[in-house]
């Protein structure tokens, strides 16, 4: 009896992960001295920024080429969903320990400061949310959820739906519609990333709401300014793919990248609703 075993291909050796580590190494201690103001912190993270794109744009471009080149099978792509599960995974508990701290601000911080012997201490100090804690006393308005944060929870619903026709377009052969699809969900990527752009504009100017509007503005600007950063990574992958469609890549068959990226950007879109609802509504 014989078995045929499929060869897992090994990469050869690559540079790439060193301009990786000393990117991040210029951008953290670029920030870092940037923050208290010495000079060479500006230029340090733009120098690290063109090294981690110089990176991302060669090592990508090689897995690219080995992919299209026909050096994956089927091991190989088991272990791309799986990295990208846990890679996803990591980014729900991301999320999840920002929730955890407005949880714990609402529920927990903000009533004992207000009862017992923290009253004594911050005397007046009312419980209640949106509040920017005891120690804020310049007034700000609270983000309401009617108006751009619903326009733009309608439009990643709909950037959703219209990613998961261009999916089916893949599966049935269909380019038009699958290029079409992926063009439309990333001019809703844009197009929401405008509306928060504009969100963040007014309030700050017209609302007094800024990063230093005690636990309600940090809160509110960690959470969905995060967001906004996750939906630009997406939009970005998501035009790698177009393009890479356009030159006429993938198949019905064979299309992990583009499913990898349809998982992030749902995933995108799944925070969102509980942002909507925690950060705006309630």
């Known amino acids: ?45 733009a120098a690290g920024f063109a090294t981690l794109i110089y990176m991302l744009f060669g090592w990508f471009g090689q897995v690219i080429r080995e992919s299209e080149g026909g050096k994956y099978g089927k091991q190989v792509d088991k272990s791309f969903r799986w990295s990208m599960g846990w890679f996803i995974f990591s980014e729900v508990m991301f999320f999840a320990a920002f929730f955890g701290v407005l949880f714990y601000v609402r529920v927990l911080a903000i009533p004992e400061l207000s009862e017992g012997k923290s009253a004594m201490l911050w005397e007046g100090f009312q419980r209640a949310w949106p509040s920017g804690g005891p120690l804020v006393e310049e007034a700000f308005s609270p983000m309401h959820a009617w108006g751009i944060p619903a326009i733009n929870t309608l439009i990643l619903l709909t950037s959703g739906a219209t990613l998961t026709w261009a999916h089916w377009g893949l599966l ?16 809703l990527g844009v197009i929401f990333l405008g509306l928060q752009a504009y969100e963040y504009s007014h309030a700050y100017h017209e609302m007094n709401l800024k990063l230093s509007s005690g636990i309600y503005g940090s809160t509110f600007f960690m959470l969905t300014g995060f967001h906004g950063m996750h939906v630009t990574i997406g939009a970005t992958m998501l035009t790698v793919i177009l393009v890479r469609c356009l030159k006429g890549h993938f198949t019905a068959e064979r299309h992990f990248a583009f499913e990898a990226v349809a998982w992030y950007w749902h995933f995108v879109d799944v925070v969102w609703l509980f942002l909507f609802v925690v950060v705006y509504w309630l």
């Not at 009896?1 to 580590?21: D, L, N, R």
């Not at 519609?177 to 969900?185: D, E, K, P, S």
Request: proline letters at 7%; hydrophobic letters at 50%; glycine letters at 12%.
């Open 1 to 45: 009896m014989s078995s045929t075993f499929e060869k897992y291909f090994v990469p050869e050796p690559s540079h790439f992960p060193i301009f990786g580590s000393a990117a991040l190494l210029l951008i953290g201690s670029g920030a870092a001295m940037w923050l208290n103001r010495v000079s060479p912190g500006s230029w340090m993270v």
């Open 172 to 187: 049935k052969g269909a380019r038009g519609q699958l290029i079409n699809g992926l063009a439309l969900t990333v001019l």
